[in-house]
């Protein structure tokens, strides 16, 4: 698919890769630029080489582009196309370098048997890459199960609140009333249409959270308090974190012991991934030494593209085992069932989505033992 040429690009400027350190100040606390919030026009500010410039040079014949950026987690220093370069897929030479990234993406291992309860961040700060449909739909499945499930809205926009068929002006209290005002993480939970599914909606106030959060005390660990009052009553909390790696990010991933993290098979796929791992590293180093990657799911996948397949590739090359089998396909099931508020095996039970959704929920919970029925 052809790509409009940027600014930049038209005056025959090579796009380079900005990068946006990350730094931990003395008292531990992660200072992050969030990403902008959107999906695949994203230009990139992670310091990532992005396939944005990839694939914009992909048609130029004999092209030799060396990119560089200081700590940069993707490096891919040449590119070579000749002209008959296809104008979709990646270019020969790999997307990621083990070398340069980080320790805590140093996967490889498989996924490791589920220890109940379970706080899992589900996290990427790209938007638009299957977070929240994620959280939903495999929070239904686990439930489905008989496992007792808690979705956990970190994401001001609320997606998995009203996909999940609650509407926040309903709601007694939110996540932001949790963070912000003191009030008692179960007060704030509502249960969901599905038994053993239950949510803690978020509302709009939640968008003030991040910078409301920053003269706090403690402002990193506030999620995690709130978790840890309700362990024991849940088999396993998912976060559904925002499409950002500021505060309310950085409190998901504090609270959570794995995160799951969701790469859709598309153009721009791996952008973020390294500065993400970063982050999860910055995390485990400062607040949270037992969180760990436990796995990739691999989303929006449609089988007719050769692209998708070769992310896939690339991905399972990397990460190895920790990138589950299940793939979830694109399917416009999946997108029509939040409109809806039902989760896919609610509102179309017998479609791909579901099957796909269902055999995530097996993998994940693989080796967990049932505590309720
Ligand atoms: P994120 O939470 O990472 O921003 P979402 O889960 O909200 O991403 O997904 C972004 C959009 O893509 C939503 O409109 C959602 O319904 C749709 N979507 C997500 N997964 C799929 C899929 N497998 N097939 C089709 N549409 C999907
Ligand atoms: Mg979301």
């Known amino acids: 698919m052809a790509r409009k040429k940027t600014k930049r690009e038209r005056r025959g400027r090579r796009p380079e890769a900005d990068v946006s350190p990350t730094d931990v100040s003395p008292t531990g606390e992660i200072q992050t630029d969030p990403a902008p919030a959107d999906s695949a026009n994203n230009t990139n500010n992670t310091g990532v080489i992005s396939m944005t410039s990839v694939s914009s040079r992909i048609h130029e014949p004999q092209l030799e582009v060396e990119a560089h950026a200081e700590e940069a987690v993707v490096a891919t220093t040449k590119v070579r196309t000749s002209p008959g370069a296809p104008d979709q897929g990646l270019p020969d030479t790999p997307i990621l370098d083990p070398e340069t990234l980080p320790g805590s993406a140093e996967t490889g291992g498989a996924v490791v048997p589920l220890e109940l309860p379970r706080v899992i961040a589900i996290a990427n700060q790209k938007g638009g890459v299957g977070k929240t449909t994620t959280a939903v739909n495999l929070g239904a499945a686990l439930a489905e199960l008989g496992f007792r499930v808690?979705?956990?809205?970190?994401?001001?926009?609320?997606?998995?609140t009203t996909g999940l068929g609650l509407n926040p002006r309903d709601v007694s209290g939110s996540i932001y009333d949790v963070l912000l005002q003191?009030?008692?993480?179960?007060?704030?939970?509502?249960?969901?249409?599905?038994?053993?599914?239950?949510?803690?909606?978020?509302?709009?106030?939640?968008?003030?959270a991040e910078i409301e959060l920053v003269p706090q005390i403690s402002r990193e660990l506030k999620l995690r308090r709130a978790v840890n009052s309700v362990r024991d009553e849940y088999d396993v909390m998912l976060i559904d974190c925002p499409p950002s790696l500021g505060l309310l990010t950085v409190n998901g991933l504090a609270a959570a012991d794995d995160v799951i993290v969701p790469i859709q098979?598309?153009?721009?796929?791996?952008?973020?991934?390294?500065?993400?791992?970063?982050?999860?590293?910055?995390?485990?180093?400062?607040?949270?030494?037992?969180?760990?990657?436990r796995g990739i799911v691999l989303t929006?996948?449609?089988?007719?593209?050769?692209?998708?397949?070769?992310?896939?590739?690339?991905?399972?090359?990397?990460?190895?085992?920790?990138?589950?089998?299940?793939i979830v396909p694109r399917t416009v099931r999946l997108s029509e069932a939040p409109s809806y508020g039902q989760p896919i095996i609610v509102f179309d039970g017998t479609s791909r989505g579901a099957k796909a959704y269902r055999d995530l929920a097996k993998e994940v919970s693989r080796g967990a033992t049932r505590r309720t029925g």
């Open 150 to 160: 808690l979705v956990i809205d970190l994401d001001p926009q609320g997606n998995a």
């Open 182 to 208: 003191e009030a008692a993480f179960e007060d704030c939970i509502e249960p969901t249409a599905i038994k053993n599914l239950f949510v803690a909606p978020a509302t709009v106030d939640l968008a003030g």
């Open 265 to 293: 098979c598309e153009y721009y796929a791996l952008e973020g991934l390294g500065q993400l791992l970063r982050n999860v590293g910055l995390v485990q180093a400062n607040l949270n030494p037992d969180l760990d990657i």
């Open 300 to 326: 929006m996948y449609d089988a007719r593209t050769k692209l998708a397949d070769q992310v896939e590739q690339e991905v399972r090359s990397y990460f190895g085992a920790k990138v589950y089998e299940t």
